[in-house]
Every structure is written in structure tokens, then in C-alpha cells.
């Protein structure tokens, strides 16, 4: 069973920094795609950013320019560098990876605000 684990949220001002990370249980080029996806309270679950097997990026208008996705093949892990945050950006972020299935993290929490 695919376990997805999010560390790196947290609380911080506007034009801020945070780096999340996600780690996963198997080797991650078993998967078709990774991606970040967030979910603001009333609001549905969309997606942030994505990156395929082959490695090319796809990013949410909103947030293109200021974020950052990238994997770490060896250790299994993948991060969004998030920069210039607003507090737009306040969501709960969840990791997902598609292989035969849709799999999920449990969510970390960022908060943006003064």
C-alpha cells in the first residue's frame, strides 16, 4: 500500500516562504504523476502543481512564478517551493500521485497571515 506523508507547513507572513515536502513509501517513478493540491475551508480541492514521469511541470495560474515543484528520485520525495505568498494561499495542501489509483496524503496545513 502507497503512503504519502506532507511535512513543511506551517504559519507565515505575506511574501513569506515554505517549503513543503512529500514523501512516499515506494519508489516514486512508479507513478504517472505527482502533484500538490490544496483546499481553502468552503471552497473545493484544486489542483497547485504537477509534475509527470518524464518530468515536465504544470502549474495553477495562480500561483505560476512563485511556486516550485521538483522531485528527489533517490530519496523517494517530492517539495513545492512556495515564495511571494498571499494569503490567498492559505489552504490545506495535500500530496497526490497516480499510478492504478489515486493516492493521497493527510494534508498540511499553510496558513499566510500578519
Known amino acids: 500500500q502507497v503512503q504519502l506523508v506532507e511535512s513543511g507547513g506551517g504559519l507565515v507572513q505575506p511574501g513569506g516562504s515554505l517549503r513543503l515536502s512529500c514523501a512516499a513509501s515506494?519508489?516514486?517513478?512508479?507513478?504517472?504523476?505527482m502533484g500538490w493540491y490544496r483546499q481553502a475551508p468552503g471552497k473545493q480541492r484544486e489542483l497547485v502543481a504537477r509534475?509527470?514521469?518524464?518530468?515536465?511541470?504544470f502549474y495553477a495560474d495562480s500561483v505560476k512564478g512563485r511556486f516550485t515543484i521538483s522531485r528527489d528520485i533517490a530519496n523517494n520525495t517530492m517539495t513545492l517551493q512556495m515564495s511571494s505568498l498571499k494569503p490567498e494561499d492559505t489552504a490545506v495542501y495535500f500530496c497526490?500521485?497516480?499510478?492504478?489509483?489515486?493516492?493521497w496524503g493527510q494534508g498540511t496545513q499553510v496558513t499566510v497571515s500578519s
Open positions: 509534475i509527470s514521469y518524464f518530468g515536465s511541470s
Open positions: 515506494g519508489n516514486i517513478l512508479s507513478f504517472n504523476i
Open positions: 497526490n500521485a497516480v499510478a492504478d489509483q489515486d493516492y
